[in-house]
């Protein structure tokens, strides 16, 4: 009885395992063909989109860094200007104070117009720079 259903079993698992070996139809073997482009094909295309999106990430946040440098650097020229015309003005309004009178009160009217120009101007050079 064992040798029946042993003979039975190798006779049903033997067409399954030499399967594996053969060659496909070339119908089957043209559709597998295609199936493996398309996939291919696919695979490579929303590789494409994946790094075009990663660029475009990267890209961004490369201007936003660019854009965030260009302001630092109108900050500090901005700075730069407002302190280099308040040490001006300091120093105008001490050479004022060695006149009398209304020739003190005219110099110190000039400097500080000119501090305030001196200001305005940096003002408008960081509008200008801003972004």
Same mark, same amino acid.
């Given at each position: 009885?064992?040798?029946?259903?042993?003979?039975?079993?190798? =006779? /049903?698992? %033997?067409? $399954?395992?030499? !399967?594996?070996?053969? *060659?496909?139809?070339?119908?089957?073997?043209?559709?597998? &063909? +295609?199936?493996?482009?398309?996939?291919?094909?696919?695979?490579?295309?929303?590789?494409?989109?994946?790094?075009?999106?990663?660029?475009?990430?990267?890209?961004?946040?490369?201007?936003?860094?660019?854009?965030? =440098? /260009?302001? %630092?650097? $109108?900050?500090? !020229?901005?700075?730069? *200007?407002?302190?280099?015309?308040?040490?001006?003005?300091? &120093? +105008?309004?001490?050479?004022?104070?060695?006149?009398?009178?209304?020739?003190?009160?005219?110099?110190?009217?000039?400097?500080?117009?000119?501090?305030?120009?001196?200001?305005?101007?940096?003002?408008?050079?960081?509008? /200008?720079?801003?972004?």
């Amino acid at each position: 009885m064992r040798f029946v259903i042993l003979s039975i079993l190798t =006779l /049903a698992i %033997t067409p $399954a395992l030499t !399967a594996c070996n053969r *060659a496909a139809s070339p119908e089957v073997a043209d559709n597998d &063909i +295609a199936e493996a482009k398309q996939s291919a094909a696919q695979e490579v295309a929303d590789a494409q989109r994946e790094a075009e999106r990663n660029i475009d990430n990267a890209d961004q946040a490369v201007q936003a860094k660019t854009g965030d =440098l /260009a302001n %630092t650097n $109108a900050k500090a !020229a901005y700075d730069v *200007a407002v302190a280099r015309a308040d040490g001006v003005h300091k &120093i +105008a309004i001490e050479e004022c104070m060695t006149q009398d009178g209304e020739a003190q009160r005219q110099c110190k009217d000039k400097a500080d117009a000119d501090y305030d120009a001196a200001r305005a101007s940096a003002k408008a050079a960081l509008a /200008a720079q801003a972004r």
